[in-house]
């Protein structure tokens, strides 16, 4: 112990200097101090500073002010020694970071305070909502499926017996405190190679950590930590489970990716095993929270699958938190085709009968023209806000300005944010 304190006292440390001159300033900060507590003892430094100032200024200084003086440069040393020194080991600790100093412990401090909310979902909505929510608190708990089977979380799924890390992946870069190389990196998709094709160099971390921890939970609390978010990303069960759907001709469809790609219209879905137990940080989340977001993202394969998890329906219903459903802002072909805003909470409750929904936060600026036929080539339309059927369901509907003005229609993290947030004030939550 005694090395490693003497080891900052090292040549080329920068350390020393701003220690040296906090210690000046200390010693002229207490001789003041002294000064001021025996005033009858004038010492020959304080008689002599005193006579200085006369001589420079011209005017005559009583020794009480310089005393004064004293205090106030000695504090004045203090102060620039350690605000020098930690910025010193700042620069070297984390110097990927853009702000400074202050902003970032100012930030941390304030976020640390923020409301506990509990996210639910997958895909590129729940991504665009953690992207919003991350600048309002750190208390994020963000409960992903993984249910995926397709593309390169399928892959590996198969060939490495993991669990489809592709959807967490996202979330995790979502949550990152910076956009920099790393978040980059995590994103980076390989091309023109044969075994690499289609795999992101995320996914491929995620399975690696795995494999050499043993547990896909430590391989995501290991990249957390690497990306240093705000908040934590959990997997809702590390059961392996495959997403079932029962279609209109009751015909069973296995696979998230067999599901999405299927042109009948669903009945329900349900889970392979039936039973799944979630991961106990999930059910503790959800039983601290103050706030419980259900959505956005696809309602059969990113939302439900979630509530299909042993155990978290009822941690929600029994829950103190206010519960938000945020619906979808378009329909999504071959899950909601002609669905409007109550009956993707219709669908909702017929898989989780026992949830209580508090509010339901729905879109209600129109997409432009163009958007509207690119998306129709796609059959794809803006999602109705029926706000009078969400009422009847005894649901508090929410109209609000969601979209955002790029060349997709999905939701706007910014504006998803303070939508969250304007509610969260008016909820009077925590």
Not at 288 to 300: A, K, Q, R, T
Not at 308 to 330: P, Q, R
Not at 370 to 388: C, H, I, R
């Amino acid at each position: 112990m005694l090395k490693k304190t003497y080891k900052w006292l090292s040549p080329g440390m920068k350390i020393k200097r701003w220690i040296f001159l906090s210690w000046i300033g200390l010693t002229i900060f207490i001789l003041g101090v002294i000064l001021i507590i025996n005033p009858k003892i004038p010492t020959q430094i304080e008689l002599g500073t005193a006579e200085i100032i006369n001589k420079i200024t011209g005017y005559d200084i009583h020794t009480i002010w310089v005393d004064i003086i004293f205090i106030t440069v000695g504090f004045v040393l203090i102060i620039i020694g350690i605000l020098k020194w930690f910025k010193s080991i700042y620069e070297v600790a984390v110097p990927y970071r853009k702000k400074d100093l202050v902003d970032v412990v100012y930030d941390e401090r304030k976020l640390a305070q923020g409301v506990k909310i509990v996210t639910i979902g997958g895909g590129t909505g729940l991504s665009s909502l953690l992207r919003g929510l991350k600048s309002q608190t750190s208390n994020i708990a963000a409960v992903v499926t993984v249910a995926d089977d397709g593309g390169s979380s399928g892959r590996l799924r198969k060939e490495m017996g993991v669990l489809p890390p592709g959807d967490i992946r996202n979330c995790l870069v979502a949550l990152a405190d910076e956009e920099n190389l790393m978040s980059e990196l995590f994103q980076y998709r390989f091309h023109d190679s044969e075994s690499l094709e289609g795999h992101s160099f995320g996914n491929l971390l995620l399975a690696a950590m795995t494999d050499i921890s043993g547990s896909f939970d430590t391989a995501v609390k290991q990249s957390s930590k690497i990306l240093a978010i705000k908040g934590r990303v959990l997997p809702a069960t590390l059961y392996q489970s495959t997403l079932c759907a029962v279609m209109e001709d009751d015909e069973v469809v296995r696979g998230e990716s067999s599901i999405t790609h299927d042109e009948r219209k669903i009945k329900k879905v349900f889970l392979e095993p039936e039973y799944c137990k979630p991961l106990d940080e999930v059910i503790e989340a959800i039983s601290e929270s103050d706030f419980i977001v259900l959505g956005p993202g696809s309602l059969y394969t990113s939302v439900i699958p979630n509530l299909l998890v042993d155990g978290v329906i009822s941690a929600i219903t029994n829950s103190k938190a206010v519960t938000l459903y945020v619906c979808n802002v378009m329909t999504q072909p071959g899950e909601t085709d002609g669905f409007s805003a109550s009956d993707h909470l219709k669908t909702l409750k017929k898989h989780a009968q026992e949830i209580r929904i508090d509010y339901c936060l729905v879109n209600d600026e129109i997409p432009s023209p163009t958007l509207q036929e690119k998306y129709k080539l796609e059959n794809a339309y803006p999602v109705p806000a029926d706000v009078e059927e969400i009422e009847k369901m005894g649901v508090k509907p929410i109209k609000a300005s969601l979209i955002s003005q790029t060349n997709l229609v999905r939701h706007d993290p910014a504006k998803l944010s303070d939508g969250i947030t304007k509610l969260i004030m008016d909820a009077n939550v925590k």
